[in-house]
């Protein structure tokens, strides 16, 4: 049974890859990390006899602190951060109890070089509409919270690419982009390693929206006509980004929570 400072592993999985995530943060040692380089989705590394320097940006925030195997270098940092009056809790067994109920991890290997803030930063082409919404919302959910995402000309993604650090996504000749008949979607769910159920639903639906395969399920067509008229709602791509993520929120729930469930008129009172 877990201590009351303790999240299981369960707990935290039902709150993965919605917006009431807490704040995930590795404190792992080099060596222990270096064993296996992999984080629970969304989490970030910090060293634990720094966790101080963390306090500013956790006020109001749930934290989750996570080491190899939930013991003293969790626990002491999440005790430090008690102290400053936030709330946090430690994951029952740490990564290794992650790891051994089957969770998806994140290869560390996989996340682009975070820039002088702490962010990965990745660039696309300018006026989104399905595939450059789905990406980001993935990566802001499952790999890094604090992404920065870049809409630019077609004709300039490369070259600001370059100059920027900036990782180029859903362009052509690109390592994350389109593979055969599946989309960038579906190519950063494999190549970070999140083949959950939900989420290999979640990416046939946008598979069959971003390459006009509405036949791929009844879903597809909803997902385009949404984002479609969020493309119209809204010029700047940014506040288009930010609008669309609860849409994608949605689309995930019912992925993960809600495929069988119907909605029919007359109610059903349970009257005979």
Not at 20 to 33: G, M, R, T
Not at 134 to 144: Q, S
Not at 187 to 203: D, G, N, S, V
């Amino acid at each position: 049974m877990p201590s009351p400072t303790e999240i299981t592993v369960s707990q935290l999985a039902r709150l993965m890859g919605t917006p009431n995530v807490p704040v995930l943060i590795d404190v792992c040692i080099d060596e222990d990390f270096e064993a296996d380089p992999r984080f629970v989705p969304g989490a970030f590394r910090h060293p634990a006899d720094d966790i101080c320097s963390l306090v500013p940006d956790l006020q109001n925030r749930d934290v989750v602190i996570i080491c190899q195997k939930g013991k003293k270098m969790s626990q002491g940092a999440a005790a430090i951060l008690r102290t400053h009056n936030i709330s946090v809790e430690t994951l029952e067994g740490g990564n290794f109890g992650w790891r051994d109920a089957g969770q998806p991890m994140v290869p560390a290997s996989k996340i682009p070089e975070l820039n002088k803030t702490g962010q990965s930063v990745w660039v696309t082409r300018h006026r989104p509409k399905i595939d450059r919404i789905a990406c980001p919302w993935l990566i802001r959910r499952f790999v890094d919270p604090k992404a920065q995402f870049l809409f630019v000309a077609p004709s300039e993604v490369m070259a600001v690419a370059e100059k920027f650090n900036a990782t180029p996504f859903d362009v052509e000749d690109v390592y994350w982009s389109h593979r055969g008949d599946h989309c960038t979607f579906d190519t950063m769910i494999e190549e970070f390693a999140l083949e959950t159920e939900a989420l290999k639903r979640l990416a046939t639906i946008v598979r069959g929206a971003d390459t006009d395969k509405l036949d791929l399920c009844p879903q597809s067509a909803g997902l385009l006509a949404a984002s479609l008229g969020f493309s119209r709602m809204y010029r700047d791509d940014l506040t288009q980004l930010e609008a669309s993520m609860s849409l994608y929120d949605a689309f995930y729930r019912w992925s993960r929570d809600a495929v069988k469930e119907t909605h029919d008129w007359p109610v059903n009172t349970g009257r005979t």
